[in-house]
């Protein structure tokens, strides 16, 4: 079965710093792979998805940022954190669209 | 476009009791339906699912109908522990379309049981 690795579980960073959430996925191959965010009292907000490599569909706009250099790699970034990036993000991992999500533990990101 | 509606928390109840939560979605096409678990401080994880009409997913005592005339998914355990106090999401995936990104969530249920 899938297994999804995010690191780092949490992390605080200054406003108009950079950032690297990095997600790996082991136990499959060519998976769809998404980054929600989860905002404190909300649901999931999705953020990318990306069905392969280099491929890279934003979902709402915002200073964030991913990309996709390998089949089983997801990178979320951003160059100047915003106060209002605060939150849980949440990748995860799919075989198709009418396949249930797998997900990672998360990472909580506070901006301060 | 696909919408997923959950009532509203937090739900509180004590060990023992019946839990309902409701959710009605609005789809497209043909879903397939999910109800996914967030453990405190954890992702999510699947919990059931049921991908056509009449069909009842279940799992860990929950389970799930899968009502197309009434358009639902309402998630039931008959006798709750303290260990299912967590945020119950509603979800659906709308098998017409081929993105990757067709999967809609509700905004979530945060349930405690007390003992």
């Known amino acids: 079965s899938q297994t999804i690795h995010q690191w780092p579980a949490t992390l605080v960073q200054p406003v108009g710093s950079p950032l690297s959430l990095e997600c790996t996925v082991e136990?499959?191959?060519?998976?769809?792979l998404y980054w929600y965010r989860q905002a404190a009292g909300r649901g999931l907000q999705l953020l990318f998805y990306s069905v392969g490599i280099g491929q890279i569909s934003s979902e709402v706009p915002q200073n964030l940022s991913a990309s996709r250099p390998q089949d089983r790699q997801f990178i979320l970034s951003s160059k100047k954190l915003l106060l209002s990036d605060s939150g849980f993000y949440l990748c995860?991992?799919?075989?198709?669209?009418?396949?249930?999500?797998?997900f990672g533990n998360g990472t909580r990101l506070t901006v301060t | 476009g696909n919408s997923v509606t959950q009532m509203e928390g937090p739900v509180t109840l004590s060990e023992e009791a019946f839990l309902t939560i409701n959710c009605t979605y609005t789809?497209?096409?043909?879903?397939?339906l999910f109800w996914y678990v967030q453990y405190p401080g954890e992702g999510l994880q699947l919990l059931l699912k049921?991908?056509?009409?009449?069909d009842k997913g279940s799992n860990k005592g929950f389970e799930a109908t899968y009502r197309k005339e009434t358009t639902s998914f309402h998630l039931e355990k008959g006798s709750v522990q303290v260990s299912d106090s967590a945020v119950y999401f509603c979800a659906l995936s709308d098998r017409t379309s081929g993105s990757a990104r067709q999967l809609t969530f509700g905004s979530g249920t945060q349930l405690t049981v007390l003992p």
């Open positions: 049921a991908t056509k009409a009449d």
């Open positions: 995860a991992s799919t075989q198709g669209s009418n396949s249930p999500l797998h």
């Open positions: 789809a497209t096409g043909y879903p397939s």
């Open positions: 136990g499959t191959s060519n998976p769809n």
